[in-house]
């Protein structure tokens, strides 16, 4: 028994003194192997941007993207759908709704690809994609792109609310920055940038009767006689949450001015005196 324990004794000794040798061999072991991994990793990632996301060929990514943007162009929604992955995490409202088959994308198509998902698809550069763990983001999240089973597809779309949709307007970020800044420019006194949120001709109605303004340089001359101190009041005191919206624009005030979007461009399309 005193020989085994001595034994024993022995053998934990042995592993005391080895076993901080061996933990420093392995450290320096996987330093060694952390940095030569290291720069091709980083390599990767330059010449590949998708590559955290799965992507080992970016062509992979590109060539896709242009495929879906195509479909998407040509109003193709048996074409877009053959590019999904079911079920498809339609997410609108803060809550998820799974489409789970072709079929059923292309019978709700409208309401999953809607104006400002398209939008935001279209004016997609793939030089400019956000790409994470998660897969790679088109627009400010509207979609999202990732390889499943070795295919690239959309697994997810996230909907905004557009309460200016029935107005014609397709981006409700978009609208929400122009009017925010058209009351910031207002009450700076910026003729200039006021000019700038204009479509031309511009309509000016003053008791029932209309004028057209063709020009900035016209808006600008005659501003103060435009944005007189009453069109500037409501346009000042309006809250976006509060506004009026139909299919001729969004209605400022009680109808001092109202915005729509003329070539793809957010702007005042006429002033009520």
Not at 42 to 59: L, R
Not at 144 to 163: D, Q
Not at 237 to 258: H, S, Y
Request: charged residues 25%.
């Amino acid at each position: 028994m005193k020989k085994i324990a001595f034994l024993l004794g022995l053998t934990v000794a042995a592993t005391a003194l080895t076993g901080p040798v061996w933990a420093d061999q392995k450290a320096g072991s996987t330093k060694a192997v952390s940095n030569a991994v290291a720069a091709p990793a980083a390599q990767q990632s330059i010449n590949n941007p998708y590559y955290n996301a799965g992507f080992d060929d970016p062509k992979e990514f590109t060539t896709f993207l242009a495929k879906l943007q195509k479909a998407v162009s040509d109003g193709k929604s048996k074409d877009v759908a053959e590019l999904i992955s079911y079920p498809l995490n339609l997410n609108k409202g803060g809550k998820t709704f799974p489409i789970y088959t072709k079929e059923e994308f292309v019978q709700k198509y409208d309401r999953i690809m809607t104006a400002n998902v398209r939008a935001k698809l279209l004016a997609q550069k793939p030089d400019q994609a956000f790409s994470n763990v998660n897969g790679i983001m088109i627009g400010d999240g509207e979609l999202w792109i990732s390889k499943i089973n070795n295919r690239v597809v959309v697994y997810a779309v996230n909907v905004i609310e557009n309460p200016y949709e029935v107005a014609g307007i397709e981006n409700p970020v978009a609208f929400t920055h122009f009017f925010n800044k058209l009351q910031k420019d207002v009450a700076a006194n910026n003729k200039a940038a006021v000019a700038d949120s204009i479509s031309y001709p511009l309509r000016v109605n003053t008791k029932g009767k209309s004028v057209q303004i063709k020009t900035k340089k016209e808006f600008i001359t005659k501003y103060n006689d435009i944005m007189t101190a009453k069109v500037k009041k409501k346009l000042l005191a309006q809250k976006e949450d509060k506004l009026f919206v139909n299919w001729q624009g969004v209605m400022v005030g009680d109808g001092e001015l109202w915005i729509g979007q003329v070539d793809k461009k957010i702007s005042v399309i006429a002033v009520n005196r």
